[in-house]
């Protein structure tokens, strides 16, 4: 991508996390759902690493390589008009200098921005664990300055995991590490901050007061609706792998169909051929 053109998307990209409207980003896994998405008038969209992982057949959480999430992001980006922000997980390694080139290659892809998450998977445990606040505050700023050398206005937007990793508990100590947290990362130069695991009204507007940038949520089944989020001061709602998990429930309900019934109509409301054809169109 022409980087006058790309510099300019992540100038809109930026702009958007500060207008009167919530920023609404709805996350694809590949160039096709990229096409769909923007089609729908969306002003951006980002990249989900858990439907990128779950369209290659593997589990969520740091299995696939930089090299190639960065490969499948470019496929995203060239598709499309709009901004395209990356889902870059957890920097693919844990020091300064893995998130820096992270954030270089994410540039490289056609992204304008990045998720860069504080919460590192444990293989020997089976899951998460966050890194210490001064290691994700330094991770954050090479990630700027990596970004600032390019001339990029790139919006990276720090994940702070407490409330995910927890599984649903919710504590007066765990609001103010996700504060310090996330204030900590805005100051080493991140431009919006994402706390996935809480969908309650009332902490949302809690965290969304108490952070000093934009805030971006994960939305569910029982997160508020857009509308709410942006009385509580939300500044960006993100899908994550909603969307990419719903179409694989699909394929699984189709499948028992054919197998069950021996009937076809999973396909009554599917786009044609030639539909997408014209969408595809280069």
């Known amino acids: 991508m022409d980087m006058i053109a790309q510099k300019a998307k992540a100038e809109t990209f930026l702009a958007l996390h500060h207008a009167p ?43 696939i390589s930089r090299a190639e999430m960065a490969a499948e992001v470019k496929r995203c980006a060239d598709a499309v008009t709009i901004p395209v922000s990356a889902d870059m ?8 200098e893995d998130v820096a080139e992270t954030v270089r ?28 606040t001064a290691l994700c505050v330094e991770r954050i700023r ?44 805005y100051a080493a ?19 969304a007061q108490a952070v000093e940038g934009p805030l971006n949520i994960l939305a569910g089944a029982s997160t508020p609706p857009t509308a709410r989020l942006q009385e509580l001061g939300v500044a960006r709602v993100s899908i994550g792998g909603s969307l990419a998990r719903a179409c694989l429930k699909l394929v699984q309900h189709a499948a028992a169909e054919l197998r069950e019934d021996g009937t076809f109509g999973y396909a009554k409301d599917s786009f044609s051929n030639a539909e997408l054809n014209r969408r595809f169109e280069p």
């Open 89 to 96: 997980e957890g920097g693919y390694g844990q020091t300064p």
């Open 142 to 185: 090479a990630g700027r300055e990596a970004a600032d050398a390019l001339d990029i206005p790139f919006v990276i937007n720090a994940r702070v995991d407490v409330y995910l990793i927890a599984g649903g508990e919710q504590t007066d100590a765990m609001f103010r590490d996700a504060v310090a947290r996330c204030n900590a990362c």
């Open 21 to 63: 409207e919530i920023l609404v980003l709805p996350n694809c896994w590949d160039a096709g759902s990229a096409l769909i998405l923007a089609e729908a008038g969306f002003p951006a969209i980002a990249t989900t690493s858990a439907g990128i992982a779950f369209s290659r057949g593997f589990a969520d959480g740091h299995r």
């Open 189 to 207: 130069g991140a431009r919006s901050v994402y706390i996935p695991g809480i969908a309650d009204a009332e902490l949302i507007g809690r965290l």
């Open 105 to 132: 290659q994410a540039i490289a892809a056609g992204a304008i921005g990045a998720n860069i998450e504080d919460g590192v998977y444990d293989a020997g445990a089976g899951r998460p664990h966050l890194l210490d």
